[in-house]
């Protein structure tokens, strides 16, 4: 219920939003200089731009409500095929980026809190630092520029980390990686002074064991919740990573409809997203429920 | 530590796997009869007959024949899919004798009633055509007289007519095959009748096409009768600071829109050829607007035009691929600069100018003013195609010589739209690209769609209409056009900047390439690959 409703405010926003900001989509739709007025009145009143905006709202909506997006200005074909086309791609770097995000986010976070007191841990930090600040339109071009000088080396290599899919999602695993280390390292210098810690160290058990089994079970579940709330940050960073890697995807589609002007996609992607937001809120929270026995026990 | 050499062991082994496979995998045949070519943008849709987007006719005009095709160097129509052509005295009636023995890729018969049904096809009011049917202009009727000749009908004269049906917009499509799949997905399965067969495409992602091996009917514009070339992939490179990386990487063989700074660096690589291509149609320009004080004085205008170092400007944002543009419009066949009237750079000349049309810095705030009103100048620049780069350096020239300027830039067609309604603007850009000049007639006409000048004059208005009419006389047409820039240029009525330069760079393993007219467009069957 309240992931429709934020879902409804998203997608009511976007639709105002870009009718004000962006003006009359079919003066973009002709703007190539040979229509006449006539003609471009036209057209406005055959595909329903003529009506009060308010009136267009409520058509948007009622559609909306019955799962019909409406159809592209350009094409006239149905947004939600025109979405599904492009989801598989978005799905599918999102997921690999978020499966890196972990795996680099995990590196980090327990090297950074082992060696907290040595270069390595230093480095470990600064490099999720470096994650967090970087953007991903930054470390995304200065990839491919490395890519390209290892690739005079090794010219095989451009089979397994072609621009297709693992270089951008490592591109984008690295730029949500920093807050899950710094959760992840926060969580286990923390249990590292708890009084158990302690404990376990008197029955000999050594510090990696200590660390990597005792300490980093409790650091666990902030960390999920955080990667599940990444999730929906990297559905953001995708618009980037697809422009720079030249990848198909929800995110270039929501750029270039907004361009050109076709608010049906632009209106569908955004709906879309917005319910994959909360539903990635919803899986946090379920995620956190699982993992730590703790909230079982008081709920 | 038996354990850890053991771990070592394992992922040296697995490693050395991965890498084995990979080397295996490298080695095999390379496949030299394909070829990649990047496309600069992504459109919303790639029909040609309902859609409007300059990117689409790079793969689809070799999809697709026409009636008639423009020669690119001559600027003369030659056949196509029509043998020959008369146009009645009155410019009302066009007679097409259609060749015979040509079949679409689907192996439907191409004649009199396919004409029909494409012409059809776009005019329907249901499909919304975005470009095509207007090209048409005032289309009536066509005729089939019998099945290889058809009439076309006007309600006046038209003379871009043959223009327009040399462009893909226009290009002759399967009725079979558009009636199969209908207005929405007809473009996912495109069937013409060109030297290149419609694969696949698959939006934001590639189109692919393969050779037609029964094409037997090249336009005397196409050098080879069929094409070498067995597949060519198209792929979209919307992101203009990664296209050179997409080059150097091999993963592209052909790319448009390279930025003049890395086409200045790969036209001096060993492995690249460089191809400054002249996209003809409008320059860069800024229109004044002649309906608001101080631009609706004609001496202000030209102060203004003097003021810019337009050279500085060019070469500085687009390199030495470019030079100034002094008209609204060029073509091979439409040389429509008039030297006499050229409003070189001179800013000694434009503050002289403005002081005798009375803007003088009465207070000496280093800002002009008239009648205590000051000099103040609002500029509206769209955000695409360096624009905003160039807007920049035009507004430096305007303060140098003491007036106020206000740079507001449009962050898409709608919003620039949308400042031209309001009108409180004193210049602002806008382009088309286009091959005829007819297209000068929504920009200068009194009652065009883009009289963004607001500038109105009975005399330019029957000029233009004329000139639009002239249908059997080119050399004629070509005067009046001459006619009409020079007395644009007298009022001084807009700020061209540079006519556009499509810089493309192809690896030297690619020959032949050439373009079409329409300048965008490559001659796809003339390509090959050499070993």
Known sequence: MEGLLTAWAAVSLTFFALRVVDGDPVASLLSQGLASPEQVESLRRSLGLDAPLLIQYLRFLRGFLRGDLGISLYTSRPVSIVIAEQLPATIALALTGLSLAIFFGLCLGVTAAWKEHSAAGRLAARVAGLATALPVAFTGVISLLVYRYILQFFPSISIIASRHLLLPATVLGFSSAGAIARVVQAGLVESMRSPYMLAARARGIGRGVRLLWHALRPALPPATSLSALEAAYLFAGTVVTETVFSRPGLGRLLVNSILQGDYPIAQGVVALAALFYTASHIIADILAFLIDPRLRRTS | MKSRLQYLTLITLVFSLIFLSIAACSTGPEETS???????????????????????????????DTLVFLNPDTGKFVPGLADNWTISPDGLTYIFTLRRNVIFHDGTPFNAQAVLANLDRICD??????????????????????DYTVAIHLSEPYAPLLDSLSD???????????????????????????????????PIDHLTVDRNPDYAWAPSIYHQPQADIENIIFRFYEDSSTRALALESGEIDILGEVPPHDAARLSVDADFTLYPISIPGQPMQFFFNTQLSPTDDVIVRRALIHAVDRSYAVNTVFGVYSVVAHSPFSASAFNLESQDLILDYDPTKAEALLEA??????????????????????????????????????????????????????????PLKEAQTQGEYHAIGINFFGTDPDLLRSFFSSNGLYNWTGFTDPEQDQLLLQAAQTSLDPEERLRLYQQFVSDVQEEALLLPIRFYVNLVVASKRVEGLHFSAQGWYPILIDLRITH
Do not use: C
């Open chain 2, 34 to 64: 394909t070829l990649v070519y990047g496309l600069t943008l992504a459109p919303s849709g790639i029909d040609p007959h309902l859609n409007a987007s300059s990117e689409l006719g790079i793969p689809l005009r070799s999809v697709y």
């Open chain 2, 125 to 146: 009011p249901n499909n919304h055509s975005q470009k095509a049917v207007f090209m048409l202009g005032p289309l009536e009727e066509v005729e089939i007289i019998d």
């Open chain 2, 168 to 202: 893909v917009y226009l290009g002759m499509a399967s009725p079979t095959a558009f009636e199969t799949w209908g207005p929405a997905e007809y473009q996912f399965h495109q069937v013409g009748t060109g030297p290149y067969r419609f694969v696949e495409y698959i």
């Open chain 2, 357 to 414: 049309a009375g803007w003088t810095d009465e207070d000496g705030d280093g800002i002009r003013s008239k009648n205590n009103i000051p000099l103040e100048l609002r500029i509206v620049s769209p955000t695409w195609g360096s624009n905003p780069e160039v807007t920049q350096l035009i507004r430096a020239d305007w303060e140098t010589i003491g007036a106020r300027v206000i740079l507001e830039i449009a962050p898409g067609f709608g």
